[in-house]
């Protein structure tokens, strides 16, 4: 499962209740390559349930067993949650949608959607809601499984070698890290004084970061050493 960065914070909980597992299973995946831990709920019941453990978002279904979506989402309400609601519906009829938003919903997706419209509407909740409750989003999320990186929720395109780099440096966040180490975990060999590779590596990684090489804000050299990814609460 992908381990979302920075370490010293918790993945981003999604819930989502659906109920059809040929819509559900692709989308969980999706979101979990995304970076986001995903918890799924098949009836309205269980969703309500889950909602109390404090996810991050809810990605809710109208069309749930038991509980119907719209009930789940004005329970959720009634106990004072501000946790994100996004509906998921098959009815397209602005009837609908607005009886969903006045029962607390923030947006929703009408089916069928198309998966990068979702993914975009849940990283849009997911920076109103930081914004609103006074913290940041994620400045660096990794996806080692997918071998994909965001930075500022923008994904980053990537070389293999600049993702290796990358992953390294921001899992010793706040630590110095030797050329030694990083020429023998990600270029496999040994420093025999020469890192003109990693050197340039390094550059362009920066370049890709918006950073400043005469005075960086994420990834410092330590002279006669390495390098440090600086923490990420602390820029």
């Not at 009886?99 to 990068?116: E, N, Q």
């Not at 849940?122 to 999320?141: F, I, S």
Request: charged share 30%; aromatic share 6%.
């Amino acid at each position: 499962m992908p381990t979302g960065l920075p370490y010293d914070r918790p993945m981003t909980r999604v819930l989502l209740a659906e109920d059809d597992p040929a819509i559900s299973e692709p989308l969980a995946r999706a979101l979990r390559r995304e970076g986001y831990e995903v918890d799924i709920r098949a009836d309205g019941l269980a969703a309500l349930e889950a909602a109390s453990e404090s996810p991050d978002l809810v990605v809710l279904d109208l069309g749930l067993p038991y509980l119907d979506g719209l009930e789940v989402c004005r329970r959720i309400r009634s106990e004072g949650s501000s946790v994100p609601v996004l509906i998921l519906t098959a009815r397209a009829d602005e009837v609908d949608t607005v009886v969903g938003l006045d029962a607390g919903a923030d947006d929703y997706v009408t089916k069928p959607f198309r998966l990068a419209e979702l993914l975009a509407r849940v990283r849009a909740l997911m920076r109103r809601n930081a914004v609103e409750g006074g913290t940041t989003p994620d400045l660096v999320r990794i996806d080692p499984e997918g071998r994909r990186a965001w930075f500022r929720e923008e994904e980053l395109q990537l070389t293999a070698k600049e993702f290796d780099l990358l992953r390294v440096l921001v899992r010793e966040q706040g630590k110095v890290v030797s050329r030694e180490q990083l020429m023998r975990e990600i270029w496999e060999t040994a420093w025999f004084g020469s890192t003109k590779t990693l050197d340039m590596h390094i550059s362009v990684l920066r370049r890709k970061l918006g950073d400043d090489a005469a005075q960086p804000r994420y990834i410092s050299t330590v002279r006669g050493v390495g390098f440090r990814f600086e923490r990420l609460d602390a820029v």
